[in-house]
């Protein structure tokens, strides 16, 4: 659970998570593609990251705030950072194509798969145990995940756009298993770089991480649309909302980047789970998408099992109901009882001020 500290951090990137989908959308063709390079699109987001990071680092050090970034191990935390940089590529030029096959409310329900892969990538690479109550909660998710996979017939599939292709949300729904894995595996590893040097300033490992971005980005452009761009101009196709989507998705890794760093990927988690309920009470009015009971259920199942992973012990036990376990034990283990409760709980703090009551 995440503190009253981390919530300002934790809802601005639920709500940036809620819109960008959204907006995502909004930019597409009316073939359902895109007219812009998708590349190019994160490129820009990336760079814009890179700026804002880098305005807010030179007011830390202008101000005093931050005294120095640079030590022996600079290169080598420098090409730390390539890893995850070159995870987030991968995964954040999947969300363009996965937004090409299923709707935005789909799309986050999809991307709760990513609380499943977290936990099992805490059990393998953080030796960090679930429990059972977790292992059942992340089967639940995924039941959750595959039921709004069903497919829809009656009213619900007259109410489906005319485009649809029968074999996009399977395409989705594969990309959206890749991004899950890669997204968990890239929150894992950078909140592991954020906060393996907790004095360091955010601001300076962002723009680390930021400059890989920059070049893998650039250099997927070169590879995908390359053509087009040098016939074109890199800002071919750039409508307004196509530049709204570049910078929501900067604000949105800034929002996430400073989760991991203060908070976790727990908290990231909820964030998720918020986004989406927020997601689908927005697309259900802009694109007058079908509420399916496929969906409904599909919600609720993800919902209630995002919360049950991530609920604190003591919210699952009733501590009265322990008292009594652990006094009957007591009495069941002492000598001088013959298995009442009542001389053990006279002869404990609670009892002994009952007794004088």
């Known amino acids: 659970m995440f ?170 729904g594969l990309l959206s298993v890749l991004s899950s894995l890669l997204s968990a595996l890239g929150g894992i590893y950078n909140e592991k770089l954020l906060k393996g040097r907790p004095s360091t300033s955010i601001h300076w490992q962002n723009i680390q991480m930021y400059i890989w971005g920059v070049l893998f980005n650039a250099l997927g452009a070169y590879l995908k649309d390359g053509t087009r761009l040098r016939e074109h101009g890199l800002l071919f196709g750039y409508s307004a909302s196509a530049w709204t989507v570049v910078v929501v998705n900067a604000l949105n890794g800034l929002a996430i980047s400073a989760v991991l760093k203060f908070a976790d990927n727990i908290a990231r988690v909820y964030a998720h789970a918020i986004a989406m309920l927020l997601t689908m009470g927005v697309a259900t009015q802009l694109f007058k998408a079908p509420i399916t009971p496929q969906l409904v259920l599909a919600v609720i199942m993800v919902a209630t099992s995002t919360l049950q992973y991530n609920l604190p012990r003591h919210l699952l036990t009733d501590e009265d109901e322990t008292k009594d376990e652990r006094l009957q034990l007591m009495a069941d283990a002492s000598p001088d009882s013959e298995g009442s409760i009542d001389g053990v709980r006279a002869n404990s703090p609670e009892g002994a001020q009952t007794c004088k009551a």
């Open 3 to 172: 503190n009253r500290e981390q919530a300002p951090f934790t809802i601005s990137a639920a709500f940036l998570m809620s819109v960008q989908p959204i907006l995502v959308t909004f930019s597409k063709n009316h073939a359902g593609g895109f007219d812009y390079s998708i590349p190019s699109s994160t490129m820009l987001s990336e760079a814009l990251k890179l700026t804002i990071s880098g305005a807010l680092l030179a007011q830390q050090l202008l101000s005093g705030t931050t005294s120095r970034v640079l030590h022996d191990d600079s290169v080598t935390e420098f090409f730390s950072y390539l890893t995850p940089s070159f995870i987030y590529f991968i995964n954040n030029n999947c969300t363009f194509f996965i937004l090409q096959a299923v709707d935005p409310t789909t799309f986050q329900l999809l991307s709760q798969m990513k609380t499943i892969f977290t936990g099992l990538l805490f059990r393998i690479f953080l030796k960090r145990k679930l429990t059972a109550v977790q292992y059942l909660a992340l089967v639940t998710l995924a039941c959750g995940t595959a039921c709004s996979q069903l497919p829809v017939g009656g009213r619900w599939q007259r109410a489906m756009p005319k485009h649809a292709d029968a074999a996009a949300p399977m395409l989705g």
